[in-house]
């Protein structure tokens, strides 16, 4: 396993790993409270869809995002880390079908022109690209 997707798959573990619960229906919210040990709505937080977790949970929520955040930012000084991750990146949103690196960029809160302009970032996404589209090791 390489470095990006070792940390995509830790980032992924402390995100399922938290508190928190989902719901679509009044039955769900209802289920949703119970599995977060709360029986007032005021004792809850919403999240974008449809998304909760406890009232007393979101500063360790925001804690977890800035650790996360953080290491996100640390790896990105790693050329070989990006390299994993543009080559990982490319293959999960079919660049050989798209040619379009948008979603791929996305994944590392880059733009398109952030990359063009960034001649460390442009080499090691050029290096990625030519190496996926070769077909080896996919």
Not at 34 to 55: C, F, Q, W
Not at 75 to 85: C, I, N, T, V
Not at 120 to 125: G, P, S
Request: aromatic content about 12%.
């Amino acid at each position: 396993m390489n470095r990006y997707t070792e940390l995509k798959n830790k980032h992924s573990k402390m995100i399922n790993d938290f508190p928190m619960a989902f719901a679509f229906s009044n039955e769900q919210f209802t289920e949703a409270k119970k599995k977060l040990g709360v029986t007032e709505n005021d004792e809850l937080v919403a999240l974008p869809s449809g998304g909760m977790i406890r009232k007393t949970d979101s500063e360790k929520l925001k804690e977890m995002y800035s650790v996360m955040a953080k290491e996100d930012e640390e790896a990105m000084k790693d050329d070989d880390y990006l390299y994993e991750g543009f080559l990982y990146e490319l293959g999960n949103h079919e660049y050989c079908i798209t040619y379009d690196p948008t979603d791929t960029f996305n994944c590392f809160g880059l733009s398109i022109a952030e990359v063009q302009a960034d001649k460390r970032l442009l080499t090691i996404f050029n290096k990625a690209k030519e190496q996926y589209l070769s077909g080896v090791n996919w």
